[in-house]
Structures are given as structure tokens and as C-alpha cells.
């Protein structure tokens, strides 16, 4: 199953957008150990952008994300902080409503899907 991971990241404090940057990768890797496919556009884009110098405003990146919300099966929003006021994060919802993605939050995702998490750490 391949996962588009969404979650807030601009901020004006630094230290915010580090933060949530940790938040996701761990929320990224937690996907990928239960093995699901995931693309996290924050987790895959940041360490890019940063060393070499490019924006990081979400509509530098929205044809990167765009592609990648055509290609996934669910949307999972990680519901940090600010989540529902970031136009990153809506505008990818609203992309994977157009598209027509299931969507969950991370935490709701987890639950819903138990039991194929299940079913997957025993067939390895």
C-alpha cells in the first residue's frame, strides 16, 4: 500500500519547523517499519532544500507533490500542531479529495489498518 504522509512544516520559528521535520520522519519511519510504501514530502524534500538552497514554501514543491498524491493509495495526515490551518497540507487534501484518496489521520490510519499491520509483520 503507498502512503502519501502530509503534515504542517512552514512556520516562522526555526525551531517549530525542526521540530515537525522530527515529528514526520518518525512518523515516516514508523510507516515504512509496519511496511507500507511511503512518500513524505517533508521527509524526503527538506534535507534537500536546505542544503542546497532552495524554497521550501509549498508551492516550490507542489508539482514534486502533486505527482506523488496521483501515485499513492492513502493520504495519512499527521494532525500536528497547526495542521488545519497550514495551505501546504490543505491544498494536498484537497488534491486527494479531487483525486478521490481515502484519507486518515496518522493515529485513525493505524487503528483502521491493525489488522493488515498485522497480517504483514506475520507473513515476514
Given at each position: 500500500?503507498?502512503?502519501?504522509?502530509?503534515?504542517?512544516?512552514?512556520h516562522k520559528?526555526?525551531?517549530?519547523v525542526?521540530?515537525?521535520?522530527?515529528?514526520?520522519?518518525?512518523?515516516?519511519?514508523k510507516?515504512?517499519s509496519?511496511?507500507?510504501?511511503?512518500?513524505s514530502?517533508?521527509s524526503?524534500?527538506?534535507?534537500?532544500?536546505i542544503?542546497?538552497?532552495?524554497?521550501?514554501?509549498?508551492?516550490f514543491?507542489r508539482?514534486q507533490?502533486?505527482?506523488?498524491?496521483?501515485w499513492?493509495?492513502i493520504?495519512v495526515?499527521?494532525?500536528?500542531k497547526?495542521?488545519?490551518?497550514?495551505?501546504?497540507?490543505?491544498?494536498?487534501?484537497?488534491?486527494?479529495?479531487?483525486c478521490?484518496?481515502?484519507?486518515?489521520?496518522?493515529?485513525r490510519?493505524?487503528?483502521?489498518?491493525?489488522?493488515f499491520?498485522?497480517?504483514?509483520?506475520?507473513?515476514?
Open positions: 500500500m503507498k502512503l502519501y504522509l502530509a503534515a504542517p512544516y512552514t520559528d526555526k525551531k517549530i525542526l521540530k515537525r521535520v522530527k515529528a514526520i520522519n518518525k512518523a515516516a519511519a510507516l515504512i509496519l511496511n507500507f510504501i511511503v512518500y514530502p517533508i524526503h524534500c527538506h534535507a534537500i532544500a542544503e542546497n538552497k532552495l524554497p521550501t514554501d509549498a508551492n514543491w508539482i507533490n502533486e505527482e506523488f498524491i496521483s499513492c493509495d493520504m495526515i499527521l494532525t500536528l497547526g495542521w488545519e490551518k497550514s495551505t501546504g497540507l490543505l491544498s494536498e487534501l484537497a488534491l486527494a479529495h479531487k478521490r484518496k481515502q484519507t486518515f489521520s496518522y493515529d490510519f493505524l487503528i483502521h489498518h491493525k489488522r499491520i498485522i497480517q504483514s509483520a506475520f507473513s515476514n
